[in-house]
């Protein structure tokens, strides 16, 4: 028998005070093994090329809430930008795509993000290489108040082609917009934020009752944000002057006024450049810093900036926390073990009788208590794994984070060691009682 | 020879500082395969002399000399493997290390002798002390007479010269006292090894060819003569 196997008997004779210590350690093991696996998830979620666009321009403001909003999906849009000012963008000869988003309301069912959009949107790549397909239905939003879904929303809401639903405005309980939606098409699952959003026709969104601002607050607007273009702020105020007249002749008359572009207001605009010259983007959205009131957003930077201040010190806040819970653990295993030598002053009496040396008793200790540490790691590394296998189509469900809850980081493998090292500190005192029993003291007891 | 003592001293230091001479003896031999009694009264130094002689305690001065050599003059981790492969010991109670069973109890007494572990020989003494049928049987699980049959077993495990025994059936019940007293003394016939047993039952050690008196050879004041340790 080596010490080994002397050891793991030693620990199987006191069971419940092994497996409830190898337990303690499992669990702080666990927690940080899910720290890493959910931490790692959220990294490459948000570090990866998570758009197929170039520049993202909005309002000025925060470039995160932007990114956030447009690409995410997950916080509410700050400012809009004039409709017009979309037709200079596509004007720009360094812009080869410009696509419209518009947002703020969710569906009454799930609270899924609206985004009305064009046509363009689903005929350009939404990741790098990456085109939509759909999992049913037509391609096309033709009518007005035509919607394409994410795989998500559909599976969660149940719905299909041809199935209709109602919106919230701006995601407010209670403000129920009238119109009723009809999914035209199911998108394939994309992996991104796409499969939880719902789209509908950028014209449909403006149709939407009450998505027109009063013409005093558009003109306020265009008059602050046209400023310094004092051409295309007279245009714009022509336009706006013959929509009064218009709505003034609807009251009179009933015939209908037609909101002219200048009325028409958009969140975000995805763009992208010409890929054989890096250069413009970089130039289009200095022009953008120096003019009037938007702004041209890389999509990963401020993503990569908000990873690095702030998840990255939460991940470590919570390492640091499980590291000390598996620390307490060590402890919990030092008292339990420290405590059992006085009952087994005799035991290790008998074995230096039997011959064992001093070394071997120190040795046998030493090797429960890091039995115990290494023991209770392999439990907590495959249950946080294994938890993680459970957990992650709920996780995808919920949060659209995609984990892989194999994937090792380079820290698990350094857990097995700091534990094994651990194990043998934890071990040391109470095998250094081992070590010293006085045996003829010992078997007189 | 198996066993020689010479000019062994032992004192104890007692809590006060002062010192307690127990053990004085200027010769005391036990021939391959001799078996003897030791008969003293209490607190006289019959576990002393065991100890001392077994190596787990070392002696102020003289020199304990088993199989040719001198256990006083080895290095502790020398003289603990030599205790493991030359001297079986039994004790009065609880021998047995809880945690394994009868067989792995016998194979732990091979285990740090250095020599191969054995499993055949371990269960043929199991056999030969009646336990069989018992080999995976923990100690909680045994009767004290049966465990103090597997201890009889393993204290053999590694053939050694010489069996200590403290008082070996001290806690059993008469019955079995008898069976354990000729278990070992058999055993011990059959494998050549020296037996010196400690006991305060008349009956038993009038079994023996050979009585030894402690107090008759033991003279404990000699310990004043040499400066203790
Ligand atoms: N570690 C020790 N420190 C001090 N004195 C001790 C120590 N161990 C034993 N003694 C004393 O030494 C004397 C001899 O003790 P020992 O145990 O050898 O006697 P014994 O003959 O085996 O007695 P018993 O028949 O009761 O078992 C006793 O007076 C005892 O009190
Ligand atoms: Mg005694």
Known sequence: ?????IA???????????SLTALSIGLGVMLMVLVLVISGAVETAFTQRSIGYDLI????????????????????????????YLDELRNDRRVVTAVPLAFGDVTEDGSFPIVGTTDEYFENEYLPGQKFSFQ????????????IIGADVA???GWNKDDRFSILHGGAEGSKHDEKFTVVAVLAPTGTANDRTVFLNLDGFYAIDGHEKPVEEIEKRLRDFYAADADRLQQALTELDDYRRQLDAQEQTGTPAVAPRAMQEVTAVLIRTRPETPFDAISFSADLQKGFQAMAVNPIRPIQRLMTNVVGNVQKALMVMTGLIILVSGVSIFVSIYNSMSDRRREIAIMRSLGAGRHHVFGIILAESALLCTGGACLGWLTGHALAVIASPWLIRRTGLLISPWNISPWELTLFPALAILGILVGFLPALTAYRTNVADALSQ | MSLLLQHVRKSYRQPEGDLLPVLGIEHFELARGEQAVLLGSSGGGKTTLLNTISGILVPDSGSVIVDGRDLVSMPEVVRDRYRASRIGIVFQ?????????A?????????FSGRTVDQAFARELLERVGLGHRLHHRPSRLSVGEQQRVAVARSLANRPVLLLADEPTANIDPANQDLILRLIRDT??????SLLMVTHSMEAAEQFDRIERLHEFNHPELCHTGAAR
């Not at chain 1, 309002?59 to 690409?71: F, H, I, M, N, R």
């Not at chain 2, 109670?93 to 069973?101: I, M």
């Not at chain 2, 011990?188 to 090894?193: G, K, P």
């Open chain 2, 93 to 101: 109670t609880f021998n047995l290390l809880p945690a394994f069973t």
């Open chain 1, 1 to 5: 028998m080596n010490l080994l196997l």
């Open chain 2, 103 to 111: 067989l792995e109890n016998v194979l732990l007494g091979m285990t």
């Open chain 1, 136 to 147: 049913s239905g037509g391609q096309r939003m033709v009518q007005l108040f035509d919607a």
């Open chain 1, 8 to 18: 793991w008997k030693n620990l199987l004779q006191r069971r419940l005070a092994s």
């Open chain 2, 188 to 193: 011990c016939r059959d494998h050549q090894v």
């Open chain 1, 155 to 157: 599976r969660q809401n």
């Open chain 1, 57 to 84: 321009v909005g309002p000025k403001g925060s470039d995160l809430q932007l990114v956030l909003s447009a690409v995410y999906r997950i916080q509410p849009p700050i400012e809009n930008l004039p409709a017009m």
